[in-house]
Antibody, heavy 120, light 106 residues
């Protein structure tokens, strides 16, 4: 079964750091581009970051540039998001999602999400 | 690229045909995808490339449009279709989502 499982979320103070992980299974992880997408409580979907299957190029949403770093480890079939200088407005459910490059770059597989709460 | 969905919410009954529209601020050819999200669940891909049905999605869902104007139609609403729907453009980076359309029971 194709699956993505996020972990690493939690409560962190403003200015703090957190590292999210996404474990992939059921498909050849190294063959797929990956993303992080977030959803603030009661709000819509917001794309955060992208990494190609080979690790480059990498793209970020403007609101996380310089603070967040996306990376991947194909040997571990895992995707990561290092989040630094966290702000209250980063509070959200963070999903990892697979890009289906052959299908108009749609996000065809999503994890269940991991919640990040930034609060003092 | 800014994506605008309408309406923001919609009340309908089982068996109704409904249509949700999505407009892009510039041409995205057919790089338009639709997702369904139920409360407490991850989004699910329904339609990619404006009109192609994702594997496993019921045929009562259909998508149309190109350029800047798109639509998602559900031909005969089923109880499990009441959810929030999002359009998303994948034409250029950053990929952007519409604000969502909440489909509720009338």
């Amino acid at each position: 079964e194709v699956q993505l499982v996020e972990s690493g979320g939690g409560l962190v103070q403003p200015g703090g750091s957190l590292r999210l992980s996404c474990a992939a299974s059921g498909f050849i992880f190294s063959g797929y581009e990956m993303n992080w997408v977030r959803q603030a409580p009661g709000k819509g979907l917001e794309w955060v970051a992208y990494i190609s299957n080979g690790g480059s190029p990498i793209y970020y949403a403007d609101f996380v540039k310089g603070r967040f770093t996306i990376s991947r480890d194909s040997a571990k079939s895992s995707l990561y998001l290092q989040m630094n200088s966290l702000r209250a407005e980063d509070t959200a459910l963070y999903y990892c999602a697979r890009t289906e490059a052959g299908n108009y770059d749609a996000l065809d597989v999503w994890g269940q999400g991991t919640m990040v709460t930034v609060s003092s | 690229i800014h994506m605008t969905q309408s309406p923001s919410s919609l009340s309908a009954s089982v068996g109704d045909r409904v249509t949700i529209t999505c407009r892009a601020s510039q041409s995205i050819t057919t790089y338009l995808n639709w997702y369904q999200q139920k409360p407490g669940k991850a989004p699910k891909l329904l339609i990619y490339g404006a009109s192609s049905l994702q594997i496993g999605v019921p045929s009562r869902f259909s998508g149309s449009g190109s350029g800047t104007d798109f639509a998602l139609s559900i031909s005969s609403l089923q109880p499990e279709d009441f959810a929030t729907y999002y359009c998303q453009q994948s034409y250029s980076t950053p990929p952007t989502f519409g604000q969502g359309t909440k489909l509720e029971v009338k």
